[in-house]
């Protein structure tokens, strides 16, 4: 986790944004909590701010005047998928999240209170990471078993807040260096989280005063050297102070639970600290001149994660330079970094121009991070919820199908003695899974963890839960998978959607409404956008063709209505000279087969001795063949392609490799023949 800085060409020294944070002739535009609580629905209320008594020593602050999201969160318990991704999240939630001793291992460092002192390290990241993921999978499943396993894991943690407050893995001598506010930022993130699946008022109160607590710590210690405090940025030597930055998001949460002036306040002195020791991460990103990788320093995952927090704050203090700032961010991360298989870094875990970087052989280390992965997912979703930009939702698509489903260990294998639920880096070229855990720490002698198996759950339940959103006028669709979304109408009326579709296998979509009454809305179809583009037909009438995008169905909808979406599913062949023009030169060409959002891969299961010789993907692609009945390996898709006078099997990517061991290895880019 921890690396030296880079240098960059370019350097753009902090300046500071000027803030003007509008409270008091604000409109409010919607009733929103700290995610989407349940049942919760956009709508007009009046500018105020109403408190509510909980306990003796803990307020809520109910009406939150912020920016309404575009897409919101449906309430807890209207998704019921089947297919490959309810298969992972299922899969996570048994093998990891209700486990108990998993639980009360990763508390144990807080117990102690001085666990990463010898070596600054993160151990106090886990349970937060952890946390947030298993409350997003509770807010999807409805698990009892898995709440009450929480429910209990928050209440153990309560118990070893210190007297000052605090929630750390460092002793006070040892505070404020390292990886600490980082783990302070997590323990804050896991209890937020939780808070939006919390059944119980009381524990809710508890919580909160937990919070303010150890916030309180946090902010009478650390803001400007001016007023007698540490700079955030000066809290760890770890990339430039820019983890320590990322606790951002968490006081601007905390804020909007409590109404509590000095956490905005110093959610706006990250801001205006720029996030990086030296360098104003934010105003760089809205200047937009400098791609992320030529910033000084580079560390994809905890990068993301300060734009993560701006863009909460833009909600908030609903200034458009944040949310232009945050924009151009992923924007320029998508151009240059993001990879065929939805990641990001091909030299550890840094931008690094992935782009280019993920057909040449010179890189071949650990790459692909399973938490750039999530991060990214997490801050697609994110901007997807606020502006409605349906590229974000084809990003997290792509990330879904590629690199998150292809870290699920669903074949149990082994790493560093112990068999994690998720592996911590993808390779792109012939390579193998499961080299490393990343972020690994040992917690006690007979007992490890790693910052991607922590944080791999709220990838996993990101996949549910961005899929169907409730809009202003009706509902969006994103992303699809067989199942029953179950939801209401703005008049209230109980409505269900049946989805029959084993896409993306299959290239066919099928949706059938079920309500009593009919009644008029908007539903927004997200059409994919591969080959010559999506068919859209309702009632077997063609509204649209050949389309991308979303498709905007305004109309009376009435029970038995059903909407039928093709997409084209072509294999296509990517070149790296569509990358990288003067790759053509190279004397080793690469290429990469896609089928719709999948990669697909080629595995010496499949093809021994075949994945280093160079093959005519274009001839196989022409030609390829499904194999409907392949049983070598479980895969989602496997085809025959005959590339000159070599046959040749090709797998999805997410089933490629998921046995690690130097016998099994997997290629997305492969040499190619012209």
Known sequence: MCMRLRSTRRRYWRTTFSLCFRVKNARCASLLCTGAPAGLRSKRIPQRKIFRKETKSAWRFENMCMIPYRFELLPMGSLRFTGMFDRAIRFVQERQLKDPAVWKRLAEPFRSGNADDANLAWRGEYWGKLMRGASLTYYYTQDPDLYEILEDSVRDLLSVQDGEGRFSTYSISREFQGWDIWCRKYVMLGMQYFLDI?????????????????????????????????????????????NSSSILEPFVRLYTLTGAQRYLDFARYIIENGGVEGFDLFRAAEEDRLFPYEYPVTKAYEMMSCFE???????????????????????RVLRSDITVIGSAGCTHELFDHSAIRQFDPAFDGIMQETCVTVTWMKLCYLLLQITGNVKYADAIERSACNALL????????MCKGMIPVFDSYSP??????GREMGGYQKLDDTFAY??????????TACTALSSVSRTERGFAFHLYQPGLVRTATASGQEASFRIDTDYPAGEEIVLTLQM???EQFEILFRLPPFGAGSTLQINGETLAENRAGFYAADRIWQGGDTIRIRADLTIRLWKDSDFLPEAANRPNRYGVLMRGPVVLALDTRANPGAVDIPLNLKQGAEQAEPIPDFALFPAEQAYRLCCGDRNVVFVDYASSGKEWNDRCETAAWVRITE
């Open 198 to 242: 919390c059944r119980e008022e009381a524990l809710r109160g508890e919580i909160l005063e937990a919070l303010k607590r150890h916030a309180d710590y946090i902010v009478a210690r650390i803001g400007p050297p001016s007023a007698g405090k540490r700079s955030i940025t000066q809290t760890s030597k770890a990339w430039g102070g820019m």
């Open 516 to 518: 009593q009454a009919p």
């Open 406 to 413: 292809g870290a699920v260990n669903t074949e149990l294998q």
């Open 428 to 433: 792109l070229r012939k390579g193998r899974r």
């Open 450 to 459: 790693g910052c991607c198996l922590a944080i791999g759950a709220a990838g």
């Open 309 to 331: 927090g701006l863009l909460w704050y833009y909600r908030v203090a609903k200034e458009p330079r944040y949310l232009r700032a945050a924009e151009r961010f992923a924007d």
